[in-house]
């Protein structure tokens, strides 16, 4: 404990120069921009901005990109509240209640509660990166090629609740990923795999032209297929929440970070099911639930702290299991082992400082949204008037110089556009790209830990069931997908009330 806490002060005292405040603070506005920007993402962000900083710092790259993470998140909840289009998919769930504020002359209130939910929120998941991070990777430890393979398995089948109601969607998307990341040669023995005769598949497909490609040039034919341009509601108040009022719902924060945080560190779930799930969790419990959709200060509150806790959420699983709990964690984690940093259980061994200078440079970006959130709201209204048709060229241009960059490699611009035109139509039919993404990200893992695993076991598969880590993994797994199915999920409902019934009889 007291050598933690000696590493986590040496790196709040190494980001405290000039250069690191510089890169946190640019690298936050940066994403505030990006965010602000109605279809525009995080994970673009990241990806684009990975591309940028190759040459740069290992930590001076991965602070940028930590900072311009949370800014963009944040980011999307102004043009939630004023033009009432989500900047992100995790800032859908602060529409209804910081549109309806700004509708009744009250823009710059809703802004000050947002930025009041975010600020606490994302410190809220600080303080649990800092906690939970180095414990879970001494747990991890004791993981071997069995138990990994569960863990990725685990992660492509959370992938199903990223679709909502159709998570056959989702694991169709996660398979597909899967499938993707096994072209070139495999890890074991080098030998070629669906290259098809195509010496430049023997690499296969580089994870950042493919991210790119299927979230940056993918969004640029979608906006420009579907324009939407919407009057701005005008911001007459101001932006300075009052403390009293923020206080009163401290309830709501610390309900809602945890929620954030444990959607967070589940794999596939991400930032808008935070939103999402400490909204309704918000609205089952307040005394004002009847001002839901109307203009409350707790729903937008509780959606707000939900979606920025569970950044550092993500963090979590990224930093000590190598599985990204989120697309956009999983594109920093990409960063990372770009930047010879390999996230996972061995982090904690080889560079421990490591996390906590992920903590340091999260709690720069906290700070950071909160000075740009509090004290440069007009000047960055202005981006919200920026039309798409301008916007979505330049995007498509560093789309391209992004995907060149990486390896100097025409091929990959070729497999950033392949993949770009199948997003686009996939994404029209109603298949999202985050399950893609964690099947990429994962496949790599899942299929070594598979193969290691029938190597040491002489290619029996019972270890994968026998051990005591697995057969748990094996059956939260699957008990987790069985949820997903709705006639499953009905008896198991039906189940659960017949079991509580029985007991409180019992009781009585």
């Avoid at 002359?105 to 606490?120: H, K, P, Q």
């Avoid at 960059?405 to 070729?414: E, G």
């Avoid at 899942?446 to 994968?464: H, T």
Wanted: charged share 15%.
């Amino acid at each position: 404990m007291l050598e933690g806490l000696q590493m986590l002060g040496h790196s709040y005292l190494s980001f405290l120069n000039f250069w690191s405040i510089v890169y946190g603070l640019g690298g936050a506005l940066l994403g505030i921009l990006v965010g602000c920007m109605p279809g525009l993402s995080a994970t673009l962000c990241i990806a684009l901005l990975t591309t940028l900083t190759i040459k740069m710092a290992p930590n001076d790259a991965i602070l940028i990109l930590i900072c311009a993470y949370v800014g963009t998140l944040y980011g999307g909840s102004r043009s939630a509240i004023l033009l009432n289009i989500p900047g992100t998919a995790a800032n859908a769930a602060s529409c209804a209640d910081g549109y309806a504020l700004a509708r009744k002359g009250e823009a710059g209130r809703a802004i000050g509660i947002a930025t009041s939910g975010a600020f606490t929120g994302t410190l809220f998941g600080v303080l649990c990166l800092a906690m939970f991070t180095p414990a879970l990777a001494e747990i991890a430890l004791s993981f071997g090629a069995f138990e990994f393979f569960w863990l990725a398995l685990f992660g492509v089948a959370m992938s199903g609740s990223i679709v909502g109601n159709d998570p056959i969607k989702g694991w169709l998307m996660g398979c597909l990923g899967l499938l993707v990341a096994q072209i070139g040669q495999e890890g074991l023995y080098a030998y070629d795999r669906f290259t098809f005769g195509w010496d430049e598949l023997s690499g296969g497909i580089a994870l950042i032209p493919a991210l790119i490609g299927a979230f940056g040039f993918a969004e640029v034919l979608t906006s420009l297929a579907d324009p939407i341009e919407r009057k701005i509601v005008e911001m007459k108040d101001s932006v300075l929440p009052r403390f009293r009022e923020v206080f009163q719902y401290w309830r709501t924060v610390l309900r809602s970070g945890v929620i954030g945080v444990v959607t967070g560190i589940l794999p596939g779930i991400g930032e808008d099911s935070g939103a999402w799930m400490s909204y309704a969790a918000a609205k089952s419990v307040s005394p004002e639930r009847e001002q839901f959709g109307k203009g409350s200060i707790d729903g937008l509150m509780a959606a707000e702290t939900g979606d920025m806790s569970a950044i550092p959420g993500g963090i979590i699983p990224a930093l000590a299991l190598g599985i990204p709990g989120s697309a956009p964690a999983a594109v920093l984690m990409a960063a990372m082992i770009i930047h010879g940093i390999q996230p996972g259980p061995m982090l904690m061994i080889k560079t421990p400082q490591f996390v906590y200078d992920v903590v340091a440079m999260t709690t720069l970006a906290t700070f950071s949204i909160l000075i740009f959130g509090l004290f440069l709201v007009r000047p960055l209204l202005h981006v919200l008037r920026v039309r798409r048709t301008v916007l979505m060229p330049v995007i498509f241009v560093l789309c391209t110089v992004g995907a060149f960059a990486i390896a100097s490699r025409l091929f990959d611009v070729y497999c950033m556009l392949a993949i770009g035109i199948g997003a686009f139509f996939l994404r029209r039919r109603g298949y999202e790209m985050a399950p893609f993404v964690l099947g990429l990200v994962l496949g790599e893992l899942l299929d070594k830990s598979l193969r290691r695993g029938l190597v040491l076991s002489d290619g029996s598969i019972a270890p994968f069931f026998t051990r005591p880590i697995c057969a748990a993994l094996a059956a939260v797994t699957i008990l987790t997908m069985l949820m997903y199915i709705p006639a499953v999920n009905v008896r198991l409902r039906r189940a659960w009330g017949g079991a509580k019934r029985f007991v409180f009889r019992r009781s009585a």
